[in-house]
C-alpha cells in the first residue's frame, strides 16, 4: 500500500518552484505589510510554467500528480504564505477541470488555454446569505439558447481582480434547489466585478480576498457538465484538503527551521550546555513530522480511490479529507507558537533573522477557511452511521 | 407498508427536501430534489431504524441515496442478506 516511489520528488518540477520560492521569500513581507497581491511572485510562476502542470500532457501541460503540487503548494509555502495559497486556489480550480472537464470540447480547449497563456484561475463559490455553506446557491444561472447570463453577490473571491478567469457556483436554474448547483468558467473579459470588501485582515494579506457583485455573460457550453455535488465530492474536497494542508504545512517547516537555526546558534557558543529550546524543538519535530504523515497519508488515499467514483464520493474518504484539514490547520499553529517560544522576544519582533509573526498570523487562516466547527459538524454527522476503519494499515 | 411506501414516507419526514416527496417520480434525483449530505445522513438513521439493518461501509456513499428507487434496491437486498445472516 505505502508506496514511496509514487511520491519520490520530482526534481526538475521542485527547482522550478525553489526558483519561484526564491522570488516569493524576497516580497513576502512587502507582500504581507501592504495586503497586496505576490504579483512578483505570481509572474515567476509564470516563468517557470507552473500554471499548467497539472493539466494532461494532450492539452499541453505536464500531467503533475496531485502529490507532486502539493510539493510544489509546500516550497511555496515555506517562503511566503499568500503566494503559497493563491498557486493552491488556482490548483484546486484546475483539478476540478481535469477531473469533470475533460471529455468535454470547450473545456479542453480553455486547458489548453490556461497551460499554453499561464492563466490564473479563481474561484468564487462563496455567496452572501448561504451562511458560508458553499454547497449551496442562492444566485442562479439563466441559460437562454447558447448563452448563460450569472449575477453573483460574492461575498470572496480571492484575487479576483487578478485572475484571468473566475470559476463560480451558482443554482442549475431558476427553479432549482439550494443544492443543485453547477460551476461555469467565465473568462475576464466575459464578466465585471463590483468591489463591495476590500481584504484587510490578519493574515493571508496577499490573497487579496475582496467581496465582490459578480455579473457574467458566456456560451453556455462553459458550463461544466457534471453537477457541482460531484465535482465538491470527487476532486475539490481532497485538493483542497491535501493542498491546504501542504502550504500549512510549508509555513510550520518555515517556522521550525527558524527556531531549529536558533537553538543550534545557541548550541555552538556553548557547545556544553543544551540550549533552553532542545527540548521545545525536539517536540515541535515530532509534531511537525505528524502533519507530514498525515498529509501523505492523505495522498496515498487519494491516488488508491481517484479512479473509483464510489469510494471517492463514501463516507470513509469524506471523514478521512476532513480530518486531515481538521488536524493539520491545528497542528501547524502549535508548532509555530512553540517556534515562538523558541525564539522569543526575536520571533515576536518583525524583521528579525527569526521573525515569526507573519506565519503566526497566516497560520491562524487554517482554522477558518472552511470553519473548523462546520467540518466537525458535517463529520460527526457522518460519524453518526459510518464506523471509522480502526485498523493501522488498511 | 411496501418497502418503497415506507422509504417514500421516512424521506418525507427526514429528508428536508424542498418539494414535496409524494410529486416525486421513484427515479428522480434526490440530491437535483434538494437532499443535502447532511440530511441524507438523519434519513440513512431512520432507515436503519425502520429495517433493523445496517448500512455497510460500501454502501454509505452518494449512489445508495441517489434515488427512492436506488435507497428501495439497497434496502431490499440488505434485507434479505441480514436476516439470513
Given amino acids: 500500500m505505502m508506496n514511496i516511489h509514487a511520491h519520490a520528488p520530482n526534481l526538475e518540477l521542485t527547482a522550478r518552484a525553489r526558483r519561484v520560492a526564491a522570488v516569493a521569500a524576497s516580497h513576502a513581507d512587502h507582500v504581507d505589510r501592504d495586503g497586496r497581491f505576490p504579483a512578483e511572485a505570481v509572474e515567476a510562476m509564470r516563468a517557470e510554467r507552473l500554471m499548467g502542470v497539472q493539466i494532461p500532457t494532450d492539452f499541453g501541460g505536464e500531467g503533475a500528480s496531485t502529490a507532486e503540487i502539493a510539493e510544489l503548494c509546500s516550497i511555496l509555502g515555506q517562503a511566503c504564505s499568500s503566494s503559497a495559497m493563491v498557486f493552491a486556489m488556482h490548483q484546486i480550480k484546475v483539478s476540478s477541470l481535469v477531473t469533470h472537464g475533460g471529455d468535454d470540447p470547450w473545456h479542453q480547449g480553455f486547458m489548453a488555454r490556461v497551460a499554453g497563456e499561464q492563466l490564473l484561475l479563481g474561484s468564487a463559490t462563496t455567496e452572501g446569505g448561504i451562511g458560508g455553506n458553499m454547497r449551496n446557491s442562492i444566485c442562479a444561472i439563466e441559460v437562454d439558447g447558447d448563452t448563460c447570463r450569472l449575477e453573483k453577490n460574492a461575498t470572496v473571491i480571492s484575487y479576483g481582480d487578478q485572475a484571468d478567469a473566475i470559476l463560480i457556483t451558482s443554482r442549475s436554474h431558476a427553479d ?4 443543485d448547483q453547477v460551476l461555469t468558467v467565465f473568462l475576464k473579459d466575459q464578466y465585471t466585478l463590483e468591489k463591495t470588501h476590500v481584504w484587510d485582515a490578519l493574515g493571508m494579506r496577499g490573497t487579496c480576498s ?7 455573460e458566456a456560451p453556455a457550453v462553459q458550463i461544466l457538465p457534471r453537477p457541482f455535488a460531484e465535482i465538491a465530492a470527487q476532486s475539490m474536497l481532497a485538493h483542497a484538503h491535501i493542498l491546504w494542508s501542504a502550504v500549512w504545512y510549508g509555513i510550520a517547516a518555515d517556522a521550525f527551521g527558524r527556531a531549529q537555526a536558533f537553538v543550534r546558534a545557541a548550541a555552538r557558543k556553548s557547545p556544553d550546555t543544551a540550549p533552553p529550546g532542545a527540548l521545545r524543538v525536539a517536540e515541535a519535530s ?4 505528524g502533519v507530514k504523515a498525515s498529509i501523505v497519508a ?4 487519494y491516488e488508491a480511490a481517484r479512479e473509483n467514483e464510489d469510494k471517492l464520493s463514501s463516507m470513509s474518504f469524506s471523514v478521512a479529507m476532513n480530518n486531515l484539514k481538521i488536524a493539520s490547520s ?16 526575536l520571533a515576536y519582533k518583525n524583521g528579525t533573522p527569526f521573525s515569526l509573526g507573519r506565519h503566526l498570523r497566516d497560520a491562524h487562516s487554517a482554522q477558518l477557511m472552511i470553519s473548523n466547527d462546520r467540518i466537525l459538524g458535517n463529520t460527526s454527522n457522518m460519524l453518526l452511521i459510518h464506523k471509522q476503519d480502526t485498523s493501522l494499515l488498511g | 407498508m411496501s418497502a418503497v411506501e415506507a422509504i417514500r414516507s421516512i424521506v418525507a419526514k427526514h429528508g428536508k427536501l424542498p418539494v414535496d416527496v409524494a410529486t416525486l417520480q421513484d427515479d428522480a434525483d434526490l440530491y437535483a430534489a434538494g437532499l443535502s449530505s447532511f440530511a441524507s445522513v438523519q434519513l440513512m438513521l431512520a432507515i436503519e431504524e425502520h429495517f433493523d439493518i445496517e448500512f455497510p461501509e460500501d ?7 441517489s434515488s427512492i428507487k436506488a435507497i428501495t434496491e439497497v434496502v431490499t437486498e440488505l434485507s434479505k442478506d441480514q436476516q439470513a445472516a
Fill in chain 1, 176 to 179: 432549482a434547489a439550494a443544492s
Fill in chain 1, 210 to 216: 475582496d467581496g465582490y457583485v459578480f455579473k457574467g
Fill in chain 1, 286 to 289: 515530532s509534531l511537525l513530522q
Fill in chain 1, 330 to 345: 491545528q497542528t501547524v499553529l502549535t508548532i509555530i507558537n512553540h517556534c515562538m517560544l523558541i525564539c522569543g522576544i
Fill in chain 2, 59 to 65: 454502501r454509505l456513499n452518494r449512489k445508495t441515496f
Fill in chain 1, 298 to 301: 492523505a495522498l496515498e488515499m
